[in-house]
């Protein structure tokens, strides 16, 4: 399992049995930054403004090599559910 984006991702597509996106409401992602208190990844300005950028000019992309999309405000036992079954488990 991999996880993250890079600009070059598209050339390790192959090596895996499935793309998989978390995705969620364009609120979803600026709320759970803002409430986030272990780190502070997300919370200066430009960081903010890519949040609230990158489902829109990258989310199509994203969605484009995906093999599958999960809704990321599901459940977390549902989440890890529908990735064993995409793993064979």
Known sequence: ???GCTTDQGRFCGLFDHIVLLSA???VPPARIAARTDNPSGK???ERDAV???PATLGPLLRA???AELDATAPLER???RLEELAGR
Do not use: K
């Open 1 to 3: 399992m991999a996880a």
């Open 25 to 27: 409401p364009a609120e």
């Open 44 to 46: 200066r300005p430009e």
């Open 52 to 54: 609230l950028h990158h």
């Open 65 to 67: 090599t995906a093999t």
């Open 79 to 81: 989440l890890v559910q």
